[in-house]
């Protein structure tokens, strides 16, 4: 008996987002735990990047799980990217609670709710996906958020950017690419969860990079190692691969939003 519910456990947890979600739907109940045991980490942290008191933390968590559990069950929300709408449904928890005058100790100042007229799906996802690439942006090297913010937010040209940087118009050009490639990775990054394991710590520091092929080949071969025989990084790595696939060619709104802020 043991071994069978060892062996769900591990089903469930090979299973991708959109598959427990579908599941959910179909009224799976274990499905729900699993996507609640794959993101309570990274929420929790997030959480106590706005509130101070760790019970309000965890209110928070479990009050944005529950709705949004229950609303897929119903027939709604994500149909995939489940971290993206859990951040952005704690963000409007949080929002309500304020404008309620619930007494909530914040850090930060929290986002108006969306209006149901804006479509309330997709501009949820959009405010996480938003918040995740304004968290990768501040991660790169300096010249790589002035050659984006000076030519993605602002529209500069290359001719433009040069004398800023002290290269030529061909080289912001250069630049530009590989600080693009640089955020789309750090956007990866960012959403890696912490490993627990000592000999996995390294391995998903650099997973990010790792997924989109910008590492050595040495270094390269070492994480395809680890991750071929280490369950809890495979299982990291498959959700990334989601996330990768689902990366536009070009940023778009969603980064002229993220270095606007």
């Not at 996802?125 to 990768?136: C, G, K, Q, Y």
């Not at 495979?234 to 990768?244: D, H, I, P, W, Y």
């Not at 990366?247 to 993220?258: F, H, N």
């Amino acid at each position: 008996m043991n071994g069978n519910v060892a062996t769900d456990a591990e089903g469930y947890a090979a299973r991708t987002d959109a598959e427990l979600l579908g599941a959910v739907r179909a009224g799976d109940r274990q499905a729900g735990g699993e996507l609640f045991r794959r993101h309570v980490t990274m929420l929790r942290g997030i959480a106590g990047g706005w509130v101070r008191q760790p019970a309000e933390r965890e209110d928070l968590v479990a009050e944005a799980f529950a709705r949004v559990l229950s609303t897929v069950a119903a027939g709604g929300g994500p149909e995939a990217n489940a971290s993206a709408y859990l951040v952005a449904t704690m963000r409007n928890l949080l929002a309500r609670w304020a404008k309620n005058d619930r007494r909530v100790d914040l850090y930060a100042t929290v986002p108006e709710m969306a209006t149901a007229e804006q479509g309330i799906e997709d501009v949820v996802v959009t405010r996480s996906v938003d918040h995740l690439m304004w968290s990768a942006y501040q991660t790169l090297p300096g010249r790589w958020r002035t050659v984006l913010w000076r030519t993605t937010a602002e529209g500069d040209s290359p001719s433009e950017v040069a004398p800023l940087l002290g290269v030529s118009p061909n080289g912001v050009t250069v630049l530009a690419r590989r600080a693009r490639e640089g955020l789309r990775q750090a956007y990866l990054q960012v959403q890696v969860p912490e490993a627990e394991l000592p000999q996995c710590q390294e391995i998903r520091r650099r997973m990010g990079a790792w997924l989109r092929g910008g590492l050595p080949d040495r270094r390269a071969a070492t994480l395809t190692r680890h991750v071929t025989g280490c369950a809890p990084c495979q299982t990291v790595a498959g959700r990334l691969a989601e996330v990768n696939r689902d990366l536009p060619p070009g940023y778009g709104p969603g980064l002229v939003s993220a270095v606007r802020r």
